[in-house]
């Protein structure tokens, strides 16, 4: 039973370089979400989907894209990657939202210079 | 805008004692509170979920209850062991979707 599983791990990228960040859950969850978790700071959500094929923006989006082809992958885009984007990201499902319970990948570090 | 504090940040207490988190959050129209573990390097975990129409939820030695008038959560943690060690987060969840998290509190039980 794999629940989400988050790729890469571990990532070092130059400013201004691109990479996805891949996701996937194999429990048929409606609802997948993107976090960031810097030190000190609670999680902050960056994008999420409610279903295949709807996307929208969390509170922190500017400089990440989503989509949401499938119900079991939700990848995230860094477009140009900056210094500010050095973090730990998470992927997260749940069946329907925010008012059931939330299952998280492993998380991936991901470090600018 | 809904804000959620977790105070202490940090807290070392000796195996066996009982403890209690705290979680406290600004705007109590809130759908329900999650507690999560999360260990270094690994994900997070869901430990409780309270929706909010209850009052708390129980889970082995874990005990989580939610004061919404008063925008208060707390977690009790039941002789405590080294294997408690963690950090511990809470999340509100509104009507839109999203978690507000708190910052956590790291736990050391000390053998």
């Known amino acids: 039973n794999a629940g989400v599983t988050q790729t890469p791990k571990f990532q070092v990228l130059k400013t201004g370089q691109s990479m996805t960040l891949q996701c996937a859950q194999d429990m048929n969850h409606e609802y997948m979400s993107w976090y960031r978790q810097d030190p000190g700071m609670g999680l902050r959500l960056i994008h999420y989907s409610v279903g295949a094929g709807i996307t929208d923006q969390g509170e922190v989006p500017n400089g990440y894209n989503v989509s949401r082809s499938t119900t079991e992958d939700f990848p995230l885009r860094l477009l140009s990657a900056a210094p500010s984007q050095t973090s730990v990201y998470f992927c997260a499902s749940s069946l329907t939202g925010a008012n059931t319970e939330a299952f998280f990948g492993q998380g991936t570090r991901l470090t600018v210079v | 805008k809904q804000e959620v504090t977790q105070i202490p940040a940090a807290l070392s207490v000796p195996e066996g004692e009982n403890l209690v988190l705290n979680c406290s959050f600004t705007d109590s129209a809130i759908y329900n509170l999650q507690w999560f573990r999360q260990?270094?390097?690994?994900?997070?975990?869901?430990?409780?979920?309270?929706?909010?129409?209850?009052?708390?939820?129980?889970?082995?030695?874990?005990?989580?209850?939610?004061?919404?008038?008063?925008g208060r959560s707390t977690l009790y943690i039941a002789a405590s062991q080294p294997g408690d060690s963690a950090t511990y987060l809470c999340a509100v969840g509104g009507g839109n979707y999203q978690l507000i998290w708190g910052a956590g509190t790291k736990l050391i039980i000390k053998p």
């Open chain 2, 39 to 70: 260990d270094p390097g690994k994900g997070l975990t869901s430990l409780l979920l309270i929706q909010s129409s209850q009052r708390e939820q129980t889970s082995g030695r874990l005990n989580a209850s939610l004061d919404k008038s008063s």
